[in-house]
């Protein structure tokens, strides 16, 4: 089992950063695949990166990238997403995923098998 608990979500104007971090528990995360996803008011969770157990493969949505960067410290066991030029759009409740031995699927929901609770990502125009 692994437990996952994101943090660094807030309030933030629209141009803004914000830094989420998701820390895990009961496993390394060094075999797990890591995913972020985000789900607005009335709409479905939707991916917005993730990177494979190895590192050596990263993806973006379409929306996010070149704002975004994600990043998994093995030795911390967190892994992390620097939201830069933050947009009203952006403003979701943000969930991350983990995977087991995870390198293809990244943008897919059903290749996770743990989620952590979220955490609330709020920007101002």
């Known amino acids: 089992q692994v437990q996952l608990v994101e943090s660094g979500g807030g309030l933030v104007q629209a141009g803004g950063s914000l830094r989420l971090s998701c820390a895990a528990s009961g496993r390394t995360l060094s075999s797990y695949g890591m995913g972020w996803f985000r789900q607005a008011p009335g709409k479905e969770r939707a991916f917005v990166a993730a990177i494979s157990w190895s590192g050596g493969r990263i993806s973006y949505a379409d929306s996010v990238k070149g704002r975004f960067t994600i990043s998994k410290d093995n030795a911390k066991n967190t892994v992390s997403l620097q939201m830069n030029s933050l947009k009203p759009e952006d403003m979701a409740v943000y969930y991350c995923?983990?995977?087991?031995?995870?390198?293809?699927?990244?943008?897919?929901?059903?290749?996770?098998?743990?989620w952590g609770q979220g955490t609330q990502v709020t920007v101002s125009s």
């Open positions: 995923a983990a995977g087991w031995r995870v390198s293809s699927g990244l943008e897919r929901q059903q290749t996770y098998d743990y």
